[in-house]
């Protein structure tokens, strides 16, 4: 069936007065969303980078951070703003309990074996999360920035979306000084480099390893809670995310930070202007087709070396 | 190499072991259909203990905060017929313990979890079915129901669908599958009807429609259905249908979808979307200040109480088809009753999809007992040719059509205003006026 708009869909004619702000609308939600992309696969990219490992339960840590803005809201009239050093301190301790349970155990066992640890950690954690809080969504609606909008012409931009996104900028940089600047970062970047000579040079990198688990989680704690102003929460809503956020770290290079930034950033615009002009039921295919090509033109990512 | 090899086939193991589910290792023979018959083909009255049934709902996954709640709607119905409630007396198989023709045998529902996905649901049927149960109720996406009740005809089981709208189950000439719900088909004409109702007793001046909906069986279905209308009836009756918006399954924003559906501008957005997306939605909808005069849904997450309990007031103003309103239980006292015990349960009031897959089950459970035989056959004989008593709906009956589609419209128009569910249309059994046009964002409270 044709409809009288097909007609006047900014693919096939020029932009008319209103559908240039529909477009920069367009826009300034796309890079808002990216920078949430980028929020999640931040510590994602980290664990990649230096222990070569796949954490699949990642966006299970994001859904344990968003039940946890959610309960400390809940329970404690908490905002998740406020609840945020908890859920990062929570996601950094569950971070380093995974490495020491479980990855450490094996990390030097042949193959797979760490991945599909990973994979069976997150089928736990997201049916007990479905067995203890019921699979019933939940949302925030009366957080400090809940509801709250950012008016510029006739372009509206969220505030909790704002507070994400300079959070992601904030966190991004914050761990890119981390690893530069301390003593401790530069032994992760050691161990990422070269795990047994990193031994030789007397540094502990089994506390590296742990650390750098810890750390990913904690990035990913801090996204949940931010997350949690203005997403559902329910026990598959992490999944959603990381699947973009593997994305996102293989497109901008494993184990670089500021790659998962723009890789994260590179898939908000493509799925917002994408959609919009091609048709919303492809733009997750829009996503992936841009990811094959970066792939095909650079394997190590656009920022890999 | 050896050890990598053997390391692929463990993931390839894990992973079709859990994309299959725990029960396809008992698979079902794919042919058909004569050496697979039901076990009992009794022609004299049947006196077992216990008779099975099975039920597919989505019990993890996406779906599985609605999935939880249609189980639990299952289970009151499981109850009342298992156990004696005279207050109940119209309600059938209520007063007297289990099924009487069948020597009060008890009625066990055996619950299989599809996940959303289709090829789980058609190999939970599978397995259900060689477990030997008398026929099969299920599976709320439409997209499960179809593979699932596919199955279901191969084996000649009975499958009472309760709430799956896709018009589409009906019409693919199914011996052994019938639908209580309104499909929507019909939900699409009576939006329509609730339209001119609205133009014609409030003036709202409503002619261009949108439909925002979700890339699935259920989705496609229903934007195929509105065209169908444009086409064949209302577009000559002055409604124009601008433009459409579907969106991913598994969405993670709808930033994009909002825009385009602000930029066609219609007078009324129908919605096709489950709990999650309706809800993103709403949000988006409030933070983009977009307002059309309507926003009718069909059978899906608006119905979900949880709708009104995650958006507060956001959620006021909203309409759609239901088969229940809490406003009528006064006067309706075996809904009332059937409310209570299903609030023990879950803690909330019932809403139409839970109510349709429990009359789903009451169906199956008194044809069982009619026909006083396990054999499909005759389980399907009594379902098409009966006229069920079903007091709990405002319209009390249940009838199927030769397609198995039920005849006998369950549901209406529902509003939520102050947090509420008001019946609103038809006119006759209207709890409240509905309002329209829904009022700007910033002119609410």
Redesign the interface.
Known sequence: ?K????EDSPLFTKLKG??HM?IA??IA??IL?GFIYALVSVGLTLIWGVMDIINFAHGEFLMISMYTAFWMFSLFAMDPLIALPICTILIFVIGVLTYLGIIRRVINA????AL?AT?GLS?FLK?LA?FLW??????I?NSMVS?K?IELGSI?I?VPQVVAAVASIILTVAVMLFIDRTRTGKAIQATALNKNTALLMGINTKKIYAITFGLSGACVGAAGALMAT?F?I???SGA??SV?AFVSVAMGGFGNIKGALFGGLIIGLA??LG??ML???F??AIVFLIYLIVIQVRPKGLFGW | MK??LV??L??VF?TTS?LMGCGAQQQAPTETTEETEAPEEAEEPTTVETVRIGAILPL???A??T??KLRAAMEVAQDIINGEYPELAKVPLAKEVGLPNLGNAKLEIIFADHQGNPEMAKSEAERLIEQGVAGLVGAYQSSCTKPASQAAEQYGVPFVAGSSSSAALTERGLNYFVRVAPNDDIETAMFFDYLIYLNDKYNADIKTVAVAYI?NEFGVHAKEMV?KWV?EKYGALGF?????????V?V??V???V??I???NADAVFHASY??DI??FV?KY????VAPKAVLNYCGGFQDT?FVV???S?SDYFAGGAAFSAEKLGDMPELAKINEFYKAKTGADLDGPALEEFSSVLVLAEAINIAKSLDGDAIIEVIKNTKFDAPYYATGAIKFDAKGQNEILASYMVQTQNGKYQAVYPEEIATAEPVVPIPDWDKRN
């Open positions: 069936m409809y009288r708009r097909a209103e559908e529909i609308q367009i939600n796309g969303m042949p193959g797979l074996t599909l994979f089928m049916n479905q019921t699979p019933n969504f939940r949302y609606n509801g909008t509206v969220g203005f559902p329910y026990p598959a959603l995310y973009l799925e917002a959609g919009y048709g919303t039921q733009k997750y | 050890s990598k390391l692929l463990a993931v894990l859990l993890t996954g996406g599985a905060a999935g939880v890339d065209e086409k124009e249908l601008v433009g459409v918006v579907p969106y991913a598994d993670t924003n930033d994009t979808e825009q385009q602000k930029s066609l709990i999650a809800t993103m949000n409030k933070e983009f200040k949880q995650n958006l507060g956001d």
